[in-house]
């Protein structure tokens, strides 16, 4: 009872601080760089919708000039004159008309803010996929390297025993250099299963930076996946795959700037008002002794404003066709993302499908393989089997926990696959992007 209690001691702090999978993505969501730059381009593409909306409103210019000026008109009777020359003026401008430049820019910048939108959703659906896959390659590489270490283990037992029958003069030599050679094989297998475990370490601080082992890991299981067929699943990856959001905007912006580049055919119409106050200007002083010489430059004026550009050297026409040319990759950028995500849903579905049957039977194949190796452990004994004969059947169950470890792990990784794919991984999860 004492034993229990202290092993309850031990244990039940470890079960409380493994971190979940589910905390392990909230975190990454939450600290990773990735996700703030695109929360900070969501936050430049916001403010940007004020510029592109500036365009409804006017605009007003204040102007004052100061500085000597040298003169010789007819004003001044053809005498040079050397003055101060001061200019002001007050100009407000409001655009009428410039060829729905404003309203497309504005359309066009809300699609873009969108798309930012779009791409935060994207950038943790995607980041939620990589935290899943190096979690899981922490976990699964643990059991592998634990199961490498096992059979180191097995091989030096069955190496120390072969020895000591060769050397008693009952074992051949060549069954010793035989198993010596699987000992130092399976060595080297742990040592790269090591090697695979500290890596897939590495990876995973990459995500979430601190120091982490397999014990500070909780074993996650399967749900329920959105649909139980190909068809349905793709059809929901095609409506929610933030990815394909994202895409979708990209072409609306696009086509905004296509319209919008057609402004530059269009006749302009502002309305202009303007006053204005100078002081010895053209020669003459304002401030003369005489009256004759006084004159006042001074007034306002509220003005139509139209102008129409005939060339500019071709640009406009360029930028229709740059921005054409645009739209069109924008449309290949969508096909693009539709086959990929098409192709890898279906690639997760089956990889979850299948490998749910390949445990089924390898499961079989452990429990059996299991049993294999206790039968020939009591022939070895009454001297039916030898000790190479244990060897191999060590290594067949040694392949098979591999096997069922692998497959059980894929299974697994393709189940937040087809999460992600469906674009419901941070909503299964109940992970929330601020």
């Not at 003005?303 to 500019?312: E, G, K, Q, T």
């Not at 969508?334 to 089956?350: G, M, N, S």
């Amino acid at each position: 009872m004492k034993q229990l209690t202290l092993l309850s001691v031990v244990l039940v702090p470890m079960l409380v601080s493994a971190m979940t999978i589910t905390e392990a993505v909230q975190k990454a969501v939450e600290t990773h760089p990735q996700i703030e730059m695109k929360k900070e381009d969501k936050n430049t593409q916001s403010k940007l919708l004020t510029r592109a909306k500036a365009g409804y409103l006017p605009s007003v210019d204040l102007s004052y000039s100061v500085g000597p000026e040298a003169t010789k008109t007819v004003n001044n009777d053809g005498i040079r004159e050397h003055l101060t020359r001061q200019d002001a003026s007050a100009v407000l401008t409001q655009s009428l008309f410039a060829g729905f430049e404003t309203e497309l820019g504005v359309k066009q910048q809300k699609a873009l803010i969108l798309s930012a939108s779009d791409g935060v959703k994207e950038s943790a659906n995607e980041l939620a996929l990589s935290t899943v896959t190096y979690y899981l390659d922490v976990l699964k590489n643990y059991e592998l390297y634990q199961i490498s270490k096992e059979n180191v283990e097995v091989h030096k037992k069955y190496l120390s025993q072969i020895e000591e029958k060769v050397n008693a003069g009952v074992g051949r030599s060549s069954d010793y250099k035989q198993t010596l050679a699987r000992y130092e094989n399976a060595l080297s297998i742990q040592y790269l299963a090591e090697q695979n475990y500290i890596n897939s370490i590495s990876s995973f601080e990459r995500i979430l930076p601190g120091a982490v082992t397999a014990a500070d890991l909780q074993k996650p299981s399967t749900g329920e996946i959105p649909a139980n067929d190909i068809e349905s699943l793709v059809d929901i990856a095609m409506q929610n795959n933030p990815t394909i959001h994202v895409s979708q905007a990209d072409i609306q912006a696009a086509n905004a700037a296509l319209k919008r580049s057609n402004a530059p055919y269009y006749p302009k119409a502002d309305i202009k008002m303007e006053a204005y106050w100078n002081k010895n200007v053209h020669g003459i002083a304002t401030d003369a002794p005489t009256q004759s010489t006084v004159e006042e430059d001074s007034g306002y004026n509220a003005l139509l404003v139209l102008s129409y550009n005939i060339f500019n050297g071709f640009a406009d026409k360029a930028n229709i066709e740059a921005n054409r040319h645009r739209v069109l990759n924008k449309n290949s950028t969508l096909a693009d993302a539709k086959r990929y995500i098409k192709a890898h849903t279906e690639i997760a579905y089956k990889t979850f499908e299948l490998t749910k049957k390949q445990l089924v039977h390898l499961d079989n194949t452990v429990e059996a393989s299991a049993q294999t190796v206790a039968d020939y452990q009591k022939e070895n004994e009454l001297g039916r089997r030898s000790i190479i004969d244990l060897l191999n059947i060590e290594l067949e169950y040694n392949n098979a926990r591999n096997r069922r470890a692998t497959a059980e792990y894929e299974r697994l990784l393709a189940y937040y696959q087809i999460l992600a794919y469906t674009g419901k991984i941070l909503e299964e999860m109940s992970v929330v992007v601020e």
